[in-house]
């Protein structure tokens, strides 16, 4: 079996409220994605999200934004890899990252969840696996811990914003090489990116 990428998740909160908020930057590169691809997301309650099957740059590629609350964020990942039998090597998660400025973004494989609660039960869904794919998109910090949670589910100014574009575009353009497996020269075309 092949551990090409099969699933891109984009990680968020559901609800107008949430619309367009920091941590919902995951979400919405899944939904830049589709929109290129000219795909409808259709609401699957078996998987606890809004899904759509796409061709995309010659990859036909399963996208996901769950509609749980972030924190059971891989209720919905889990779920689609059960039915679709994909192992974590063959999912991409789409979050925002508190570790990166506005106008970054970072592919990376495995590691820890970083406090990120969609990360965090991804993990614990996948039985400790942390071995699928992340793509992080900076949104930057606040400063200080006591303040990150009404910073996260808040809207960026308008230049930071079009700052997280910019890197969401970044990233689209760097994916193909990543989903044909060539994660170095992707890491290396999006990470000397900087808006």
Aim: glycine share 12%; net charge positive; with cysteine.
């Amino acid at each position: 079996m092949s551990d090409k990428v099969q699933l891109i998740v984009g990680l968020g909160n559901p609800g107008a409220q949430y619309d367009r908020t920091r941590h919902n930057a995951g979400a919405d590169l899944v939904s830049a994605l589709a929109y290129q691809c000219r795909a409808d997301f259709k609401q699957e309650s078996r998987f606890h999200g809004r899904y759509a099957k796409v061709n995309w740059q010659g990859y036909t590629l399963h996208l996901l934004i769950p509609t749980t609350f972030m924190n059971l964020s891989g209720q919905a990942v889990q779920a689609l890899c059960a039915f679709y039998k994909l192992t974590p090597e063959q999912v991409l998660v789409v979050h925002d990252e508190l570790d990166l400025p506005p106008g970054q973004a970072r592919f990376k494989k495995g590691g820890g969840h970083g406090g990120h609660n969609g990360l965090k039960d991804i993990i614990a869904r996948f039985g400790g696996n942390r071995d699928f794919h992340r793509l992080r998109l900076g949104i930057g910090h606040p400063g200080h811990a006591s303040q990150v949670s009404g910073y996260v589910l808040g809207k960026a100014p308008a230049a930071e914003q079009q700052l997280i574009e910019l890197a969401t575009d970044a990233s689209l353009a760097a994916l193909p090489l990543g989903l044909d497996d060539n994660w170095s020269k992707a890491m290396n075309q999006l990470h000397s990116f900087t808006a």
